[in-house]
DNA sequence: ATGTCTTTGTGAACGCGTGCACAAAGATGG
DNA sequence: CCATCTTTGTGCACGCGTTCACAAAGACAT
């Protein structure tokens, strides 16, 4: 879904698949919260509600680990827990630089959410030398002629780029030429990276257009009119929910293309 | 894909596949950088190079917009822009509210990439009484007692949540009980929300650890042995680009069920 | 006006993901 | 040891999304 090129048959030896791979940091959330009370079994009925999705979803999911339920009973809570870990990586720490320390960068950096699982930010990069040394969330911003050293020295393979758009294909090229292969990016920009290297991306904006869109659709269902002929310049009215428009609309150009 | 309940034949009416509407904001994107350049028009093939995608696929969603290409010639940019923006909902502004004002609602605040779409931020709330009345990217932080009055004054129907996951599913609560029925989370909980409310979540958490797991994927292939044997309690060893293991690896309990 | 060349729009095939429904497994109680 | 009851694991069917491949549409030159 996000990785950079199309993915042979997505992961193919005992191809687990990639909408599975997606669920399992949420089952993993679910059982965590129920190891630590001390939980020690679960039904796929019960987990399968706390993680949101449908039962039979998980089971099926879970059959792709192994079968690691006990019939009658449910699922070993921190049996499972270990199982998807492992599964997942997460019990080996991973090294993981920031690049870009402005606003995002600097919430992710004090973001606990990461430490908890088993990534480690082993440097906070930025291009501006006014920011180089200052501490941000304990740890010291590196200038960006460092990155490629950082990246060698730390063995680090997966990066998060949280540049302005303009900047991250080249951050993202040195990131990858530095032995980066896992790439997670904040700028609104499609990167292009060679065969072999993952990247996905995280897009505010994208999610927003996204809500707006059926945001309208609710709006305009309500009002069921049969109003949407080829040429409508002045569609919506006043759509509930939504201030009406911009006291002036005249800043959208409408253009007609004949 | 992130809608609350199973959602009937996905959008009913005229049908808008939701995959063609999540790419919907990526076209825009590379359109607007294309109108930018003051370029006329554009082939599909152009246009799905630039946003990364193959260009039957943005053919076959342009389709269900309507046949707004001309053939032999290509895309008309402006008169696109003007089409995919009317379809997502954003010629009119969307007012908006963040609430929880912490590391990361701060960064959204201060985030430009908003108004730059049809969104507009109404106001920013947070239960910490100590934030109120601060100024965050200019406007003042309002307390949570005013939520209720702030979704109904401005007509909010879009809010995201900032807050820690314990007090998501309360705010949430609050907001849809307001009026709010479009709901973006970057709080690690899954949300329960009614029918007819659209919920799409962001978790930085999540996407790491489906990096890591292709990451750990790619490491094993590269030293590909038969090594998957059914109680392989130390399987990983020098996986490549990560540091071995944490020193002592005794913390995860490794239970076996029977 | 006619031919050529480019590019759209879409029919059709395929593969993946989802959810139903049920047989089998195993726990539990008598 | 047997009967009953719970819950897993999965076969199967269905629908969505992707991609190929090509006919038709239209621009453009002559
Ligand atoms: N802030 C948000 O809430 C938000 C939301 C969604 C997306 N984004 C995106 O995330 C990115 C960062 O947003 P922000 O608000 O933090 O921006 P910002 O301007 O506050 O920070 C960008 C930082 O990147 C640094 N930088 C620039 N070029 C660099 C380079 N070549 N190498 C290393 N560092 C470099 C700058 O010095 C600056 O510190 C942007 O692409 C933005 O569109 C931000
Ligand atoms: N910071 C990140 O980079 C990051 C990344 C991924 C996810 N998250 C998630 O985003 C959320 C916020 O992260 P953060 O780092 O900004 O946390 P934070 O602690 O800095 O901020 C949380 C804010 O929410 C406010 N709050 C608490 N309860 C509230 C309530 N009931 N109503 C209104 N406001 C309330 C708090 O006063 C605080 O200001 C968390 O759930 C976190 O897991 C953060």
Redesign the pocket.
Known sequence: ?ATGR?HR??TRSR?I????V??LPLYLRALTALSERSVP???????AAAAG?????L??????L??????????DVEYLVYQISRELGLTQDWPVVIVGMGNLGAALANYGGFASRGFRIAALIDADAHLAGRLIAGLPVRHADELEDIVEDNQVSIGVITTPAGAAQEVCDRLVAAGVTSILNFAPTVLTVPDGVDVRKVDLSIELQILAFHEQRKAGEELSEAVDSVTPPVAAKTVRGGIKRPGSDGDLPAVMP?
Chains 1, 2 share one sequence.
Request: hydrophobic share 30%; aromatic share 10%; glycine share 12%.
């Open positions: 879904m199309t048959p997505a191809g698949p990639e909408a599975t997606a669920r079994t679960v039904s796929s009925e019960e987990l999705v449908n039962s039979a979803k089971r099926k999911d879970f059959s792709y192994g079968s690691y339920g006990t019939r009658g009973v449910g699922y004949a």
